[in-house]
């Protein structure tokens, strides 16, 4: 049997996978009233920093507090399955999640798992996020990427070509993986940190950095020529598809950035 954690991020309570493999770890926990979870503001912890790091400080918690032969990261309202999507209702989602039996015959093939990538079919990661959200922090990340590890930069560039990501910073990976992948991202994010305040944004806009640390991973993941398998991913909650797909194209037409999600 693998040791296998999966954390799954919450700033809520919410109905929770029942199997060993997953952990409800809740996020932004510094100062707040407990959920009854495993809070992120114990041991090694940037919990104070959840209004800009979002999963992220749930994540760093993991990276140096949790000992696991894989670790993983999902959210409250988004967890891995192995089913078709068109099979899956609303009566039947938290039956459809990722079981421990399905997690581990993956892992005996590959040593990441990751979400089935999202496409933007009318333009690249970049424009999309520069026409969605403010660009300068994005920008300064392939500047910082360019100053201390050089080699990730051309990947960084890619994003103005690519029209499909990875995203929701969801995975699950080898300790060995994972622990490298976390040394290599949380420099650059703190790096950006001080260099472009979050403070000057709105409370939507100043999580710019987990928004970012999405579009990393696959930079991280390509310049290293890693191997991993993808699944899809169930959303437990109803996305407002009309709104969402008017905002997009308002979007790259006008420039109106997002002020919410959808």
Not at 31 to 55: A, R, V
Not at 56 to 85: Q, S, V
Not at 167 to 189: A, Q, R, S, T, V
Request: hydrophobic share 35%; proline share 3%; with cysteine.
């Amino acid at each position: 049997m693998k040791n296998i954690k999966i954390i799954v991020a919450t700033h809520k309570k919410y109905e929770m996978p029942k199997e060993d493999i997953y952990l409800p770890v809740q996020v932004g926990s510094e100062g707040k009233e407990t959920l009854g979870y495993q809070k992120d503001n114990e041991g090694e912890n940037i919990s104070s920093k959840n209004p800009y790091y979002c999963e992220l400080t749930g994540m760093y918690w993991a990276w140096k507090n949790l000992n696991a032969e894989y670790i993983g990261l999902a959210h409250y309202r988004r967890h891995f399955t192995k089913a078709k999507l068109w099979t899956i209702n609303a009566k039947n989602k938290f039956q459809k999640i990722l079981n421990r039996k399905q997690a581990e015959e993956i892992l005996e093939k590959t040593d990441i798992i990751l979400p089935k990538k999202r496409k933007y079919y009318i333009e690249t990661i970049y424009s999309h996020y520069k026409h969605t959200m403010y660009i300068e922090p994005l920008d300064e990340a392939g500047k910082i990427i360019k100053e201390k590890v050089p080699e990730y930069y051309n990947e960084f560039e890619n994003l103005k070509k690519r029209r499909s990501a990875h995203m929701f910073n969801m995975f699950i990976m080898k300790k060995e993986i994972f622990d490298k992948y976390c040394k290599w991202l949380f420099p650059i994010l703190f790096e950006l940190e001080k260099r472009i305040d979050p403070k000057k944004y709105n409370d939507f806009h100043a999580r710019y950095l987990g928004r970012i640390s999405e579009r990393l991973l696959d930079v991280w993941i390509n310049t290293n020529k890693l191997k991993y398998k993808e699944i899809n991913v169930i959303y437990m909650g109803k996305t407002n598809w009309v709104k969402k797909i008017a905002s997009v194209i308002k979007a790259k037409i006008t420039g109106k950035k997002y002020e919410k999600s959808f």
